[in-house]
Structures are given as structure tokens and as C-alpha cells.
């Protein structure tokens, strides 16, 4: 069965830490990785993963793939307390639906 | 930006009822999807729709039904409400791409079956 594993399942840190988020999956005809943000509503897409090594970034938040071990990472330096949410990650499968981890809650205290 | 309207961001509604959940993407996107988020389970897939009048079952379609008579336009029926159907609703479009493309979410229902 094809799962997305994330961890830890949840993080607190104080602001102006760097945190590490890992996800890891099970497929063999891999396609992409996705990473998502929520916060009380619905997730906000981050990043969109399909070539290992290659980093992707956004302000404090990149992110990259490693399809021979199975994982992504995400990282967030300089936490900000707006930074607090659960961060989800996902992979299409064999129908192009999303298969979707349970999530890092992430908690940044000031 | 992809904008995906939700009809309701809180609805009440009781046991027995008939419940319509309307979703609205204004992107041209092919695919649209119906989730459900409950603590501690993550997002599960009810239904997805890759063209009208096309409709896929998801992880949990059992006691839901959909409906996409119009490309922009995805509904999720309860047909009779009960209490374990209480839950937070999202419904999100992606294009079509075999590498699978991001999905685009709205707001969220809370939906509370009384």
C-alpha cells in the first residue's frame, strides 16, 4: 500500500529557530511531491517537488526531494510565530489523486 | 490566483436531512475533489471528478454523492445526514497532468449534523 509518512507529528520551537520537516513515502512510479501549509483553513500549497536534489525555496522555507531514499524534507529558518500550522505533505498515485500525510503540526512560541 | 468558493464556511443541519455542499473553481481546471478533515485523520478523499459528468469514488464515499454537471461547479450530497458526518469539508481543483498537479482548496464547510 502506498503511504506518505511524516515527522515529527508535532514541533514546538521558539521564534528564530530553524526547524526540519520530514516526509517519506512508499511508490515505485513516483511522479512529484507536494508540500502544503495550513492554518485554520484550508492548506495553501508551498511546493511541488519532482527532480531530486534540486532545492527549492521560498523566503525561509525550501525544500527538497530525495527519490533514491524516499524523502523530502522541508526546512524553516528563523521561525516566525506566523509560521505556526500543520504542514502537510502528499504524493499523486496511480489515479492522479493525492495521497496525503497526517501532517506536522508545528507550533512556534514567541 | 485560483479562487475555489465554498457556499458555507458553518452549516447546521440535522439527522435525516438531505445536505448540498456547493463548490465553485474559477480556473478552468479539469479536476475537482471533495475531502473531509477530522482530528487525528488527516484529509480523506470522498469523491473526485475528472471531467463532467465524471465522477470517481474516493477513500470514503459511503453515504455521499456528487455532482458536476458543469466544469466549474463540484457538489457533494449527503443524502441523509447523520451525526458521524459531522466534519470539516474541503473541496479543491487541479489541472490534469500525469505528474500530478497541485490542488487548489476553498475555505472549508464546518458541517455540524445535529
Known amino acids: 500500500e502506498d503511504k506518505v509518512v511524516q515527522s515529527p507529528l508535532s514541533l514546538v520551537v521558539h521564534e528564530g529557530d530553524t526547524v526540519t520537516l520530514n516526509c517519506s513515502y512508499e511508490?515505485?512510479?513516483?511522479?512529484?511531491l507536494l508540500w502544503y501549509k495550513q492554518e485554520k483553513k484550508a492548506p495553501t500549497f508551498l511546493f511541488m517537488l519532482t527532480s531530486s536534489g534540486i532545492e527549492k525555496k521560498s523566503g525561509r522555507l525550501s525544500s527538497i526531494l530525495d527519490k533514491k531514499e524516499l524523502f523530502s524534507i522541508l526546512n524553516i529558518t528563523a521561525t516566525q510565530t506566523g509560521d505556526s500550522a500543520v504542514y502537510l505533505c502528499?504524493?499523486?498515485?496511480?489515479?492522479?489523486?493525492?495521497?496525503w500525510g497526517a501532517g506536522t503540526k508545528l507550533i512556534i512560541k514567541p | 490566483d485560483v479562487k475555489v468558493t465554498q457556499s458555507s464556511r458553518y452549516l447546521v443541519k440535522r439527522t435525516g436531512e438531505k445536505v448540498f455542499l456547493e463548490c465553485v473553481q474559477d480556473m478552468d481546471h479539469e479536476n475537482m475533489f471533495w475531502y473531509r478533515q477530522d482530528p487525528g485523520l488527516g484529509l480523506r478523499l470522498i469523491y473526485f471528478s475528472y471531467d463532467v459528468k465524471m465522477k470517481e469514488k474516493g477513500d470514503i464515499p459511503e453515504g455521499y454523492s456528487v455532482s458536476r454537471e458543469k466544469k466549474e461547479r463540484f457538489s457533494l450530497i449527503l443524502e441523509s445526514a447523520s451525526t458521524n458526518q459531522t466534519s470539516m469539508y474541503l473541496c479543491?481543483?487541479?489541472?490534469?497532468?500525469?505528474?500530478?498537479?497541485?490542488?487548489?482548496f476553498g475555505d472549508g464547510t464546518r458541517l455540524s449534523i445535529l
Open positions: 502528499a504524493r499523486p498515485d496511480s489515479n492522479y489523486q493525492l495521497i
Open positions: 511508490v515505485t512510479n513516483f511522479r512529484s
Open positions: 479543491a481543483s487541479s489541472l490534469a497532468g500525469i505528474q500530478g498537479r497541485p490542488q487548489h
